[in-house]
């Protein structure tokens, strides 16, 4: 019941903004329209420089149950190596101060959905087998990460279409 009333009260908002929405898909940047704007994080964290040590994607994001993030790594992971390796630079002292005082290092996100978009992680990688690249770029080859693949919803329904995905508003937006 509280089912059926939520998906009524967000149509009728969807059909509303239906030529809008399209008119903003028309006008969809592609990839390499994103614009290239590094996001400043708290820490200089390099996925080149980490990634060249042989670690896998989801050594750090793991991916957990229910499967819709990625997550980040816990602290206590990057101290395995830099309570050694670095430890006297200011920004692994930074590092271990988060840690043992059991905060996590506050990431600034660089791909966000609104709250109305249901994404999964899990559904991509494992069930559909894409590959983090494709959505996330050359990340291995990345000293800072910015947004350079896109997230719009002409982006997703255009990867849904090519692989034969469904592409119903309810799959995005009101799955039951
Ligand atoms: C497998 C070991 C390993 C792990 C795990 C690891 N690092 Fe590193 N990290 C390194 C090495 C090696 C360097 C390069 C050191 C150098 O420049 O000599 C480095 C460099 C850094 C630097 C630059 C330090 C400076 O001042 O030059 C930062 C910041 C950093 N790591 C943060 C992290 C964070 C955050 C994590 C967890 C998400 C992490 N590292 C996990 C090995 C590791
Ligand atoms: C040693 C741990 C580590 C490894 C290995 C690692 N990452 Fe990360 N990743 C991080 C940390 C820490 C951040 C947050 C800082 C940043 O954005 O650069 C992050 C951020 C990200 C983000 C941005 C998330 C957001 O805020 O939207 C993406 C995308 C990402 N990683 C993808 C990858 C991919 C793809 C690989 C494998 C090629 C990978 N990562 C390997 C630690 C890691
Ligand atoms: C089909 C496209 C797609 C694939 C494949 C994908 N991602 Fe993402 N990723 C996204 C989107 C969209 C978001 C924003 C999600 C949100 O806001 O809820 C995101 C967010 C993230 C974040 C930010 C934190 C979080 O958990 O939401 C990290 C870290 C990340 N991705 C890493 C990865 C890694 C590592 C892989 C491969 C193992 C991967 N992604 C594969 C599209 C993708
Ligand atoms: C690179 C191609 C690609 C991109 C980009 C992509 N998807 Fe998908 N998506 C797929 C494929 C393939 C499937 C699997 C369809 C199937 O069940 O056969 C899928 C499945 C889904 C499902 C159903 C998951 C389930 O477990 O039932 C949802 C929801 C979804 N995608 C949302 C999104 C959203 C939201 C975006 C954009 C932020 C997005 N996708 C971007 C390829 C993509
Ligand atoms: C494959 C996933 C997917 C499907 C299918 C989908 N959407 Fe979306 N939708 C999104 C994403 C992602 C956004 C957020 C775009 C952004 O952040 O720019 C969005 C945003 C919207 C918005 C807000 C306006 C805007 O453009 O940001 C409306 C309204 C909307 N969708 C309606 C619909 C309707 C109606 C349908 C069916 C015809 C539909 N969507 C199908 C992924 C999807």
Redesign the pocket.
Known sequence: MRGMLRSRWWLVVAVAAIPWALSRSAESPGPAAVAPVPVEQP????HK??IA?G?QCRD?HSIAEPGFLAG??A?S??M???SS??AD????QR?AEFESGGEA?PWKRVYRVPDFVWFSHASHVDDAAVECETCHGPVAEREVLFQEKPTTMASCMECHARHNAPNDCDLCHDPG
């Open positions: 820490l200089p964290y390099s420089t980490h040590l670690l750090c980040y790594p602290e992971k990057c395995a190596c830099h390796i670095k630079s200011p920004h692994i590092l290092v």
